[in-house]
């Protein structure tokens, strides 16, 4: 139950990640008006950066019960609990708790410390 749990939050992670970052293209970059132009390209890179570091969390929580390591589970699941855990509080203080983002990654962190 424990790597299910795991291996569930590594899931949502990965389509939580996907989430952001299309919505960053087709809804907040769409609209953004953001001078000079190559400012524009560096926040949007950023943006898309925290995509793939999220990704490559939920793909490090799904293979964390094939590794065969508690100090890996361990190291793992407290980094990527104190990630998602900061992401979500950031979130949710900056949208006043108006958006679901906050919802989804503490539903990725209480899975993940669940599953440790």
């Not at 898309?48 to 939920?58: D, H």
């Amino acid at each position: 139950m424990r790597d299910l749990l795991l291996q569930g939050a590594g899931a949502l992670t990965i389509v939580v990640a996907l989430i952001h970052g299309y919505l960053g293209e087709a809804k907040v970059f769409a609209r953004a008006t953001i001078e000079p132009a190559r400012l524009r390209t560096l926040i949007r890179l950023v943006w898309q950066a925290s995509t793939v570091a999220w990704i490559g969390g939920g793909v490090l929580l799904i293979a964390v019960p094939w590794m065969g390591s508690e100090t890996a589970r361990h190291w793992i699941v407290a980094t990527m609990a104190c990630v998602f855990g900061f992401s979500a509080l950031a979130n949710a203080w900056a949208t006043r708790g108006r958006h679901f983002g906050w919802m989804a990654l503490s539903a990725v962190v209480a899975m993940a410390v669940a599953g440790y």
